[in-house]
């Protein structure tokens, strides 16, 4: 069975540095357009960022544009969402997900999920 592990989370100052990753496994990754998304408490998962299976394509969420990288290391089963000038609404639980789609910024799209891990980001 497929499976997302995400790992990078933890407590941050406002204007501090974060880097996620995501390690798929039982997956060919190189197939998967990959996503990662957040949620806060009693709010809406938020789209955060997606990248194409081949790496030439990404986009991001208007809320990140300018501070969030998202790469991938296929030869690693790996992505990656450099957080950079976070914030105090950047608090949430982040998920990375992968999609048999060319691109999605659409939550309902993607099959295979992963339990997330908590981002904090202190004033």
């Known amino acids: 069975q497929v499976q997302l592990v995400e790992s990078g989370g933890g407590l941050v100052q406002a204007g501090g540095s974060l880097r996620l990753s995501c390690v798929g496994s039982?997956?060919?990754?190189?197939?998967?357009?990959m996503g990662w998304f957040r949620q806060a408490p009693g709010k809406e998962r938020e789209f955060v960022a997606t990248?194409?299976?081949?790496?030439?394509?990404?986009y991001y969420g208007d809320s990140v544009k300018g501070r969030f990288t998202i790469s991938r290391d296929n030869a690693e089963n790996t992505v990656y969402l450099q957080m950079n000038s976070l914030k105090p609404e950047d608090t949430a639980v982040y998920y990375c997900?992968?999609?048999?789609?060319?691109?999605?910024?659409?939550?309902?799209?993607?099959?295979?999920w992963g339990q997330g891990t908590q981002v904090t980001v202190s004033s």
């Open positions: 990248i194409r299976w081949s790496g030439g394509y990404t």
């Open positions: 039982a997956m060919t990754f190189s197939s998967y357009t």
């Open positions: 997900a992968a999609a048999l789609l060319s691109i999605s910024t659409s939550a309902p799209q993607y099959k295979y």
